[in-house]
Nanobody
């Protein structure tokens, strides 16, 4: 079992930045690809970004590409999502997830999920 705990969310003005963290416990995440998803009120949970277990390959949703960077520190068993130039439409609960599959873009690809951290971007 992998337990995931997100942190770093909060209220920020449009144009600001946040760095989300996802701390894992129970197992090392070095053999897991890790992803970030988000869910806004009344909407489906959507893919944001993912990073391969090797750390060398990353993927981003078009909506955040160029504004966000996913990274991992396997020594700290932690994954990060740096978000810049935030927009009101980025407001959502952000979830961290772990997978051992080779696919990354769908909610069903992931085996373990955190409880989420709220990000609110004011205009």
């Amino acid at each position: 079992q992998v337990q995931l705990v997100e942190s770093g969310g909060g209220l920020v003005q449009a144009g600001g930045s946040l760095r989300l963290s996802c701390a894992a416990s129970g197992r090392t995440i070095s053999s897991y690809s890790m992803g970030w998803f988000r869910q806004a009120p009344g909407k489906e949970r959507e893919f944001v970004a993912a990073i391969a277990w090797t750390g060398g390959v990353t993927w981003y949703a078009d909506s955040v590409k160029g504004r966000s960077t996913i990274s991992r520190d396997n020594a700290k068993n932690t994954v990060y999502l740096q978000m810049n130039s935030l927009k009101p439409e980025d407001t959502a609960v952000y979830y961290c997830a772990a997978t051992r599959t080779t696919t990354y873009g769908q909610r069903a690809d992931y085996d373990y999920w955190g409880q989420g951290t709220q990000v609110t971007v004011s205009s």
